[in-house]
Nanobody, 115 residues
Framework: VQLQACGGGLVQAGGSLRLSCAASGNRFMIDKMGWYRQTPGKEREVVATINVANRPEYADSVKGRFAISRDNARITVYLQMNNLKIEDTAVYYC??????????WGQGTLVTVSS
């Protein structure tokens, strides 16, 4: 499975961005998809995930501000990020899980939130 993410960029605090990630390859076996993020010197942390039944889960830090969605026909996952905060600045990584196969990661996309 290959994951291609896009949508990062520079935005002012309080603004919005939308990330998208399209899967290719053995994509129809994908169960859970989602987004993680990482800042220098810190471990990668989960932001939001969504399973094949479209049930989302969110990190407490983004609840009420971010919304994850999924297009199962196109095997694409989206992350709508609203009311962005400076602490949301990070490299965001797309993630996909195939049962009994493993975890797959896309290239990171940088989100920078300025004051």
């Amino acid at each position: 499975v290959q994951l291609q993410a896009c949508g990062g960029g520079l935005v002012q605090a309080g603004g919005s961005l939308r990330l998208s990630c399209a899967a290719s390859g053995n994509r129809f076996m994908i169960d859970k998809m989602g987004w993680y993020r990482q800042t220098p010197g810190k471990e990668r942390e989960v932001v939001a995930t969504i399973n094949v039944a479209n049930r989302p889960e969110y990190a407490d830090s983004v609840k009420g501000r971010f919304a994850i969605s999924r297009d199962n026909a196109r095997i694409t996952v989206y992350l709508q990020m609203n009311n962005l905060k400076i602490e949301d600045t990070a490299v965001y990584y797309c993630y996909a899980k195939i049962p009994f196969d493993g975890d797959f990661w896309g290239q990171g996309t940088l989100v920078t939130v300025s004051s």
